[in-house]
Nanobody, 121 residues
Framework: QLVEFGGGMVQAGGSLRLSCVAS????????MGWFRQVPGKEREFVAA????????KYGESVKGRFTISTDSAKDTVYLQINSLEPEDTAVYYC????????????????WGQGTQVTVSS
């Protein structure tokens, strides 16, 4: 099970940190990641990282502004979002799956329930 925290409303230029706590049968061999979705559009890859850290992968639209990290001791994955733009408004989903490091999801991807991020201009 994946549970996200930290969404909310923020002004453009501000920052947020999203958290995702993993519990139950989430294998540590998975990559962990974040996707986002706005109504009427496909879910967009944001970032992914292996549980033990190492290199992260980012979607083109968020490079340089978003940072993904893990804290294995707390079973938590973080997404630090800086320089927020109105275009970042979306529901952000935490995900677990080995394929996330390729910037994709699969039928085996485990999803959280999502957390809303709203950026006002």
């Amino acid at each position: 099970q994946l549970v996200e925290f930290g969404g909310g409303m923020v002004q453009a230029g501000g920052s947020l940190r999203l958290s995702c706590v993993a519990s139950g049968h989430i294998s540590r061999t998975n990559a962990m990641g974040w996707f986002r979705q706005v109504p009427g559009k496909e879910r967009e890859f944001v970032a992914a990282i292996w549980w033990n850290g190492g290199s992260a992968k980012y979607g083109e639209s968020v490079k340089g502004r978003f940072t993904i990290s893990t804290d294995s001791a707390k079973d938590t994955v973080y997404l630090q979002i800086n320089s927020l733009e109105p275009e970042d408004t979306a529901v952000y989903y935490c995900a677990a799956d080995r394929v996330l490091q390729m910037g994709v999801s699969s039928v085996a991807t485990v999803w959280g329930q999502g957390t809303q991020v709203t950026v006002s201009s």
